[in-house]
């Protein structure tokens, strides 16, 4: 994966900077849709040699940072992380994006914390993909053992969610956005594609987003929709 774009600049919605890190590897790599997870390396110099290139790019042009890593924060080495604090206190970053795991929340505190004493506030994304605990734990192996988003939400901002999958509907779609947005900042929607796992995307639950569920919040400031994972400009090759 030596060749996939890192670096990219959303311009619409919430403008920022994005960088696709790699780390150690997710610890959970339980989620039976992904397999993003395999963007990793147990090299930590070497993944902070190439986290550093990337880092590198970034302008400060918004203030505003997400750094994303197929995986948590925390499977980020430690000198990977000492160079986000240089480059966003070199470059005026004030908010700074990062994705964690259920699994890793009692860490964000002190993350939160540690990026607080230089001005700049975080902001952590928790991919939920749907608030129907047995949809998710049961059939996506999610590992949020929780029911009641007010409580998955206590120490996360935004929310991924994951559609166009079998057995979802416009009515447990749209549930699924309003859930979002009534506990988090927002939304960021991901629609399935073809990976390597077993799980499929459904071709009549994709139609169905665009039909009845897209309309409804393209124009929302707080929901990103990403057709393709690609769509941030960030994975896929660059070839
Ligand atoms: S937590 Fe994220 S990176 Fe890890 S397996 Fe699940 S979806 Fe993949």
């Known amino acids: 994966m030596e060749d996939m774009i890192r670096y990219s600049v959303i ?17 959970w790599k339980k989620c039976t849709f992904c397999d993003y997870h395999l963007d990793c390396s147990p090299d930590a110099a070497e993944n ?28 980020l080495d430690q000198d990977t992380m000492r160079e986000i604090e240089q480059v966003c206190a070199q470059k005026g970053i004030r908010d700074l994006h990062f994705e964690c795991h259920w699994m890793h929340r009692k860490e964000i505190p002190a993350l939160r914390a540690r990026f607080a004493a230089l001005g700049i506030q975080t902001h952590i994304k928790i991919g939920v993909e749907t608030f129907d605990r047995a949809y998710r734990e049961d059939i996506l192996h999610k590992g949020i053992g929780v029911s009641d988003p007010a409580v998955i939400s206590e120490l996360f901002d935004e929310c991924c969610l994951l559609f166009g999958l079998n057995g979802q509907t416009a009515a447990s779609m749209r549930n699924d956005v309003e859930t979002g947005l009534a506990h988090f900042d927002r939304v960021c929607i991901n629609i399935m ?22 309309p409804l919040y393209q124009d929302n400031p707080r929901v990103d929709i990403l057709m393709e994972n690609t769509d941030f400009g960030v994975g896929g090759s660059a070839q």
Request: proline share 6%; charged share 20%.
């Open 48 to 75: 902070f040699a190439l986290n550093r290139s990337v880092l590198s790019e970034v302008t400060g042009q918004y203030a505003r940072l997400e750094v994303i890593n197929s995986g948590s924060f925390c499977d």
């Open 11 to 27: 311009t619409e919605k919430n403008p920022r900077e994005i960088v696709l890190l790699r780390g150690f590897g997710c610890a």
């Open 193 to 214: 594609v073809e990976n390597t796992t077993p799980i499929h995307p459904d071709p009549q639950v994709i139609a169905e987003f665009c039909r009845e569920i897209a």
